[in-house]
C-alpha cells in the first residue's frame, strides 16, 4: 500500500501569519490527492482534491499544489478557525491511505 | 443539503458481529460510490472500505478483510457495514463518506458511530 507521511506532526503559528504542511506519497499518486481539515469532537472537512482544487465554498486563503510524491497545503493569514488536524488522502491506489496527520497549533 | 446519519454503534465483545448502517439524504444515493472511514480514539484516519453506486463492487483494507462486508440498499438509501470477529483494535469512530466525482476522495461525511470492542 501506499504510505503518506506528514510533515511536521505539529506547526505552531501565529495567527495572520502562513502555514505550510507537507505530505508525502511513497510512490506515485498522480494529482489523486487530498486534504482535509478536522476539529475536535467533527468529522473530516474536504478541503482540497486534485491535489489543487479547492473545495465548494473554501476560502482562497487555502491553497494546494504538488503532484506524484510531493504535495503542499498552504494557508495563509492564518484565523483562528485555521487551528485544526489536517490530514492527505491519496485515492489514486486501492486501498485509500491516509497520512497521520499534521497538528496545526497557535504559536 | 447532504447529510449522512450513521446508526449502530455500541459496546460488542470481542469476537462479536455487529452491523451499523448510514442513511443518506440530499443527493442521488443510487449514482455515488461511497467508504466507511474509521477513526480510533486520539488517532488518525483509516479508511475501511469502499462500494460502487449499484454495489457490485467491493473494496476492503487490508485489517478488515474476511471479517467486514460492505453493502448499501439504494432503495432506502442507506449504506450498511456488518462486522464480524470483531477485536480490541477495530474501537473506533466509524465514518461513512460520500465519494467525490470521478474520484475516491470524500466530499461528505457523517457524524460518526462508535463501536468499542471491550470485555
Known amino acids: 500500500e501506499i504510505v503518506m507521511t506528514q510533515s511536521p506532526a505539529t506547526l505552531s503559528v501565529s495567527p495572520g501569519e502562513r502555514a505550510t504542511l507537507s505530505c508525502r506519497a511513497s510512490?506515485?499518486?498522480?494529482?489523486?490527492l487530498a486534504w482535509y481539515q478536522q476539529k475536535p469532537g467533527q468529522a473530516p472537512r474536504l478541503l482540497i482534491y486534485g491535489a489543487a482544487t479547492r473545495a465548494a465554498g473554501l476560502s482562497a486563503r487555502f491553497s494546494g499544489s504538488g503532484s506524484e510524491t510531493e504535495f503542499t497545503l498552504s494557508i495563509s493569514s492564518l484565523q483562528s478557525e485555521d487551528f485544526a488536524v489536517y490530514f492527505c488522502?491519496?485515492?489514486?491506489?486501492?486501498?485509500?491511505?491516509f497520512g497521520q496527520g499534521t497538528r496545526l497549533e497557535i504559536k | 443539503d447532504v447529510q449522512l446519519l450513521e446508526s449502530g454503534g455500541t459496546l460488542v465483545q470481542p469476537g462479536g458481529s455487529l452491523r451499523i448502517s448510514c442513511v443518506a439524504s440530499g443527493f442521488t444515493f443510487d449514482s455515488q460510490p461511497m467508504s466507511w472511514v474509521r477513526q480510533a480514539p486520539g488517532k488518525g484516519l483509516q479508511w475501511v472500505s469502499a462500494?460502487?453506486?449499484?454495489?457490485?463492487?467491493?473494496y476492503y483494507g487490508d485489517s478488515v478483510k474476511g471479517r467486514f462486508t460492505i453493502s448499501r440498499d439504494n432503495s432506502k438509501n442507506t449504506l450498511y457495514l456488518h462486522m464480524d470477529s470483531l477485536r480490541v483494535e477495530d474501537t473506533a469512530v466509524y465514518y461513512c463518506?460520500?465519494?467525490?466525482?470521478?474520484?475516491?476522495?470524500?466530499?461528505?461525511w457523517g457524524q460518526g458511530t462508535l463501536i468499542t470492542v471491550s470485555s
Open positions: 463518506a460520500k465519494h467525490c466525482r470521478g474520484g475516491s476522495c470524500f466530499t461528505d
Open positions: 462500494i460502487s453506486h449499484n454495489g457490485g463492487t467491493t
Open positions: 488522502q491519496q485515492y489514486n491506489i486501492w486501498p485509500i491511505t
Open positions: 510512490q506515485s499518486v498522480r494529482n489523486n
